[in-house]
């Protein structure tokens, strides 16, 4: 049933932002966060064509993934476009949400923050929260496997 419940909850998600609401706002009190992301065994994708200064494009793709409970592991695959060419690099490590801010945390040490918005959009953000530009969004790919 929690598949049910979060395709539900995508279709509400859009409705609460016509109405004034937040994701943030409409979450219950005790701390518990937007569908799929405290499932235990969890899978989340998202998706986009991200600005680049000296390229075409970062077509980004981002899968979240959590098993038993305890582990939650993403994949990470980016491609620099630049004409008919691509180059590619992928990464992996842990994340871990912190209220409406999502932190990658790369095998290399490196840290990634996206904002989750009302819509369940990854926005890249710096250190302080604040969106990295206009042209930073990730949107989500299909329902997760729960």
Known sequence: MPAFRYRWS??????LA???????TSAPRNGTSAPGFDSPDA????QGML???????????L???RGNGVVSQYELVEAFLDGEEAEYFRESGRWRRDG???????????????????????????????AAGPDRVL??????RM
């Open 139 to 144: 949107s989500p790919v299909g329902s997760p």
């Open 43 to 46: 899978e989340l994708s998202w």
């Open 10 to 15: 995508i279709l509400l998600l859009p409705l």
């Open 63 to 65: 899968r979240l993934e």
């Open 51 to 61: 600005a680049c200064a000296d390229c075409d494009g970062i077509d980004t793709r």
């Open 18 to 24: 016509l109405a004034g609401c937040s994701a943030e």
């Open 100 to 130: 409406r801010i999502l932190r990658l945390q790369s095998t290399s040490g490196a840290e990634r923050l996206y904002a989750i918005d009302g819509a369940g959009n990854l926005v890249v953000v710096d250190r302080a929260g604040q």
